[in-house]
């Protein structure tokens, strides 16, 4: 039997990856590559908080986790 439909899907373990197609500047999210301001996942949903989004602070990374160990500022 011929399997002719294969899919992969790069999972990271930690966020030693970077993932050079999505640049982030997110540090208090754990999947950011502190080392080199990249995503470390894979890939990532964007969406809206704005019903009418005119610009780019209308959206919103959809795949962003807080660190754990990240401490919040006033
Ligand atoms: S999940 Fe989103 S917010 Fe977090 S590092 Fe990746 S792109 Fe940035």
Redesign the pocket.
């Known amino acids: 039997m011929l399997i002719t439909n294969i899919s992969f899907e790069v999972i990271a373990l930690d966020n030693r990856y970077a993932n050079q197609c ?1 640049a ?1 500047t ?1 540090t208090s ?4 590559n502190d080392q080199a301001d990249f ?3 894979a890939k ?1 949903t964007v969406g809206l908080h704005d019903k009418r989004p005119a610009e780019y602070p209308c959206t919103d ?1 959809r ?3 807080l660190k754990s160990d990240y401490e919040m500022m006033d």
């Open positions: 999505i982030c997110v999210c754990k999947h950011h995503c470390s996942l990532i990374c795949s962003f986790q």
